[in-house]
């Protein structure tokens, strides 16, 4: 049973940073792009990061670029997402999802496996 666990959300002031961490079991995670996405209340879900498989490819939202960082350790079977000079619009649920294909995911419906989420919280 593949499992996607999401840890690192919390509150935080606006200048500040958190560090985000899925953990996956149940698949062979070197074999996967990975993803984060955000929802925030009453908006849809959207793409922050994505990362092919092997780490050779990312994409990011314009919102985060040069502010949110993604990257993987096989060897913890592990997606992270570093966030610095969070802003309160950044407050969001945020989900990492798994897909079986080796290239970048930009879609929703690329991704396979999903995460039940983690709240950050950027207090102005």
């Known amino acids: 049973q593949v499992q996607l666990v999401e840890s690192g959300g919390g509150l935080v002031q606006a200048g500040g940073s958190l560090r985000l961490s899925c953990a996956a079991s149940?698949?062979?995670?070197?074999?996967?792009?990975m993803g984060w996405y955000r929802q925030a209340p009453g908006k849809e879900r959207e793409l922050v990061a994505a990362?092919?498989?092997?780490?050779?490819?990312?994409y990011y939202a314009d919102s985060v670029k040069g502010r949110f960082t993604i990257s993987t350790v096989n060897a913890n079977n592990t997606v992270y997402l570093q966030m610095n000079s969070l802003k309160p619009e950044d407050t969001a649920v945020y989900y990492c999802?798994?897909?079986?294909?080796?290239?970048?995911?930009?879609?929703?419906?690329?991704?396979?496996?999903w995460g039940q989420g983690t709240q950050v919280t950027v207090s102005s």
């Open positions: 999802a798994a897909d079986a294909t080796p290239f970048l995911a930009l879609r929703q419906s690329e991704y396979d496996y």
């Open positions: 149940g698949l062979t995670f070197g074999r996967y792009a």
């Open positions: 990362i092919s498989r092997g780490g050779g490819s990312t």
